[in-house]
Each structure stands twice: as structure tokens, then as C-alpha cells.
């Protein structure tokens, strides 16, 4: 705990973490010791970790990297943390992310950019550890905390998971509890552990899962021992190579990356077996439909009374200029964007032509993914995004569906409720981290960690 202490203050300039919790990580590292010196170690008891700022830490403040819950400390607990600190963990402090989630590259931040530990070849340009979940993944891969706490809505463990050479999983929908997680969009979010071994990923995972009763999403299921599930042997496993994955305009590295996945897991004993899954075109449209029409409702909590910020008002101002000048100011141009779509999308005149069709499209791709599985395939091998990491401020001019198209490859599976993990297998030609995807079916995530262990 104090090395990872002193690693973190020696890395101010990545801004990975922006709460520290230094008195609450040496008081849990005590305990960790005396519990282990009585002969009792859960898996979790002693390892340091850091965790997004989406998640309520009870009295640490919690702010979702938003102005508009500024201030804010919960006076209660997430179910996932609770669980981590009975098992031992020790909280280094609150991590850097993309406002209420929302964003690629960890610029949507209210506490500005987090930084990626690697750099391209010479070059000394600060680069995007990816986003949402851009802190984590920084403080994994800088070695600022043995794992982290990150969500995924539409691949952000994934995408700055591979943004940065670690690993990243989100679990099946359902596998953890989503209480006490600031909401985005409920029917995607799901928590997962960042880590920089699959091995590390499994015993972080099964500390964090399980039923709990104040989610009535969160699946009543028993939980497996993930890491005992990693037999390194996958000999006849089928995983499929989906041909609606191979994009105009993918680098040629990230193909040859793709080809060179295949032939490890044909080496280690699996078949190797072609699929399609024919609507995965209309995933990245559907998505930032349902996303924001989610995120619309959820966000409509952030009015001033109840959290954080409220607008300085004038005279005679009423309620309503109260909501509308403390959202004006509490929310980022991002979010406010989704907001505005999100509703847009659930009007009145535009609720079947948008959101109804977003949901239909959501059950066809949720549906080919049943058909592959149901045909045979254990699990799908796709690169885990369309690029390596990209230099910070490189897209602030871009029209933002340029953002959007990092989540191309990831987004299918949080449609479709299914894990999908996130593996460094190599690096592009400046020596950045690139990583591949692989999607398993629900509930299996210890079979899916198998797989991937064999792309390390
Ligand atoms: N980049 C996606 C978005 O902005 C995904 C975010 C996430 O998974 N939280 O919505």
C-alpha cells in the first residue's frame, strides 16, 4: 500500500487518480494485516486498488467527473465496493473517467484529461487512455494500483483496456450488483475489474459478483471460482470469426493483429470456424439511441435540490430557471448533447422511429448471437477496437460521431447482455499496446478467461 502511495504521488502528471484516500488505504491495510496474521485471507484482503468515480464511496466524495455533483459524498456504500472492502481491499483513491461515463478518451472529464503511460515510439505527445473508464486504465498500467474498478456501457473497460495494455472484462449483464453505480444507460451498465492479468481479472471478478437484492438486475446465480477455471487447455473449443467485424478502413495492423489471435488459439487447440452475425452494421446506430434515452431519464435526478452543484440564481428567478441554469452550467457539452438526443429520441412524435426500432434492432443482434452459440461457437474472436490509442485533443474538432466509431466493435455486446473481454496481444508499428475481444456466451466468463489467457 505505501509503495502504490508513493507511485501515485510520483504520478501526478497521468491524472489517473482525483480523489486520494490515503488515510482510508493504510487504515484498511492494517486491518488486511491483522486479518491475515489470524490465518484469515479472502482473495481480495490486502491487494490495493483504485475505483471509477462512478461508483458511491461512502463519505469519499463522488462525482461521476461531473461539475453538476460537486461536493458530493454519498453517506452510503456501492454493493461492489462494500463486498471488495469485507473482503480486505484497500481503496488508494477515486479514479479519473469521461463525465457520467460518457466519452472514449477521458476528455469529457471535469477534472480534465487522464493521461496514457505509453508514448508513440520517440514521439513525446500525450495520448487517450481511452475512455470511459480512462483512469483506471492509466493507473493499472502505470502499476498506480494492482486493479481497478471501471463500467462498461458500450466498451468502456474495453476500449482503455486496450488503449493501454491491460485487460479488462465486463461481465454478463446481471453478473454484479449496479447499486450504488452512478446510472448512464441501466439496461447496458455493467462493472468489471481492469487488471494487468487474466489471472488477476478472475479473482477480482468473483470478489465482485454476485446476487444482490437491492438490484433486482443483478442475477441470482451461484459464483463460480473463475480462476480455477483457467485450464490453459481449450483444445476443441469452437470460437468464431465474424465476418461483419472486418470494417472498411481497419488499420491493416489491426487485421494482421486479428489473424495473428487466430492462429494462436488454432495452435492451442481450438477450431477455428467462420459466422456471421448479419445486423451487426445497425449496433453503433442502436446504441446511441437507447444510450442516451436512458441516460435522458436517468440524469433527470441533477436538478439542483437533491446533489452537488445548484446555479447562483438572480432575482426573481423561479424553480425552473433554477433547473435550467444549474444544468446549463453542471453538465458538460457532452452529456448535455445526450440529453438532448435522449429526449429527442423519446418524444411524443419520435418514440416508434427511433427508440422503438432502436430496441427491435437490439433483439435481432441479442438474436444472432443466440444462433451462433446455439450452432456450436463457445466464443467470438473481433478486435477490440478500430484503432490504437490516439493523441489527446486529436478529435476536438471532430463532429462526434468520429468519437462514437471507437465503440464499433464493443457496443454488440452490451446489446446483447454478454460478457466480452478485452487482451493485450500486441503492438502497433510506433509500439503501442493493441488488444482483441473476446465475446462469450452469458454466464460464462470463467470459460471465456480460459480463452483469453491463451491470446497472453
Ligand atoms: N464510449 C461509449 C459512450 O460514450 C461507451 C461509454 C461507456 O461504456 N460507459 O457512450
Redesign the pocket.
Known amino acids: 500500500t505505501e509503495a502504490h502511495l508513493e507511485a501515485i504521488e510520483g504520478a501526478g502528471a497521468l491524472n489517473a487518480f482525483v480523489h486520494h484516500t490515503p488515510e482510508i488505504a493504510r487504515a484498511q491495510a492494517k486491518a488486511a494485516d491483522a486479518r491475515i496474521a489470524r490465518g484469515d485471507q479472502p482473495d481480495m484482503c490486502g491487494i490495493p486498488i483504485g475505483v471509477k468515480d462512478l461508483f458511491c464511496t461512502k463519505g469519499v466524495l463522488s462525482q461521476a467527473a461531473s461539475k453538476i455533483l460537486d461536493g458530493f459524498k454519498p453517506p452510503y456504500e456501492s454493493t461492489i465496493t462494500d463486498k471488495l472492502f469485507h473482503d480486505g481491499a484497500i481503496m488508494l483513491g477515486k479514479l479519473n473517467?469521461?463525465e457520467?461515463?460518457?466519452?472514449?478518451s477521458n476528455e469529457t472529464s471535469v477534472y480534465g484529461d487522464a493521461v496514457n503511460p505509453w508514448r508513440a515510439g520517440n514521439s513525446e505527445a500525450a495520448l487517450t487512455p481511452g475512455?470511459?473508464?480512462g483512469g483506471s486504465a492509466a493507473a493499472v498500467s502505470a502499476h498506480l494500483c494492482l486493479g481497478a474498478l471501471g463500467?462498461?456501457?458500450?466498451?468502456?473497460?474495453r476500449?482503455p483496456a486496450a488503449f493501454t495494455g491491460i485487460t479488462g472484462i465486463?461481465p454478463t449483464y446481471g453478473r454484479c450488483s449496479r447499486w450504488g453505480i452512478v446510472a448512464?444507460?441501466s439496461s447496458?451498465?455493467q462493472a468489471g475489474p481492469m487488471t494487468r492479468s487474466v489471472r488477476d481479472a478472475a479473482i477480482f471478478l468473483r470478489a465482485m459478483s454476485g446476487h444482490d437484492p437491492k438490484d433486482s438486475t443483478s442475477a441470482d446465480l451461484p459464483v463460480p471460482d473463475f480462476e480455477a477455471m483457467l485450464t490453459g487447455d481449450i483444445r476443441g473449443q469452437v470460437i468464431g470469426i465474424p465476418k461483419e467485424y472486418r470494417i472498411d478502413g481497419m488499420p491493416e495492423e489491426i487485421d494482421t493483429l486479428w489473424q495473428q489471435g487466430i492462429d494462436m488459439l488454432r495452435d492451442a487447440g481450438a477450431e477455428i470456424r467462420d459466422i456471421s452475425l448479419p445486423h451487426t452494421k445497425y449496433a453503433l446506430p442502436a446504441?446511441?439511441v437507447i444510450?442516451?434515452a436512458e441516460?435522458s431519464s436517468n440524469l433527470a435526478r441533477y436538478d439542483g435540490v437533491r446533489f452537488g452543484h445548484r446555479a447562483k440564481l438572480s432575482q426573481g428567478d423561479g424553480i425552473t430557471e433554477m433547473y435550467e441554469k444549474t444544468r446549463a452550467e453542471g453538465f458538460g457539452d457532452?452529456v448535455q448533447r445526450?440529453v438532448m438526443v435522449g429526449t429527442y429520441v423519446l418524444s411524443a412524435g419520435f418514440y416508434d422511429a427511433y427508440y422503438n426500432r432502436a430496441r427491435k434492432v437490439r433483439t435481432l443482434i441479442k438474436k444472432d448471437f443466440e444462433d451462433v452459440f446455439a450452432a456450436g461457437v463457445d466464443a467470438i474472436l473481433t478486435p477490440a477496437t478500430p484503432s490504437s490509442a490516439f493523441e489527446l485533443g486529436a478529435m476536438e474538432d471532430a463532429d462526434p460521431i468520429q468519437?462514437?466509431l471507437?465503440?464499433v466493435f464493443?457496443?454488440t455486446v452490451?446489446l446483447a447482455g454478454l460478457p466480452g473481454i478485452a487482451v493485450p496481444t500486441g503492438q502497433d508499428r510506433r509500439g503501442l499496446p493493441m488488444a482483441l475481444q473476446l465475446i462469450g456466451k452469458p454466464w460464462e466468463e470463467g470459460a471465456l478467461m480460459n480463452v483469453a489467457q491463451s491470446l497472453e
Open positions: 473517467m469521461d457520467f461515463a460518457m466519452g472514449s475512455g470511459s473508464s463500467t462498461d456501457t458500450g466498451g468502456s473497460i476500449q465486463k448512464f444507460a447496458l451498465d446504441y446511441y444510450a442516451p441516460a457532452e445526450r468519437m462514437y471507437n465503440d464493443t457496443v452490451n
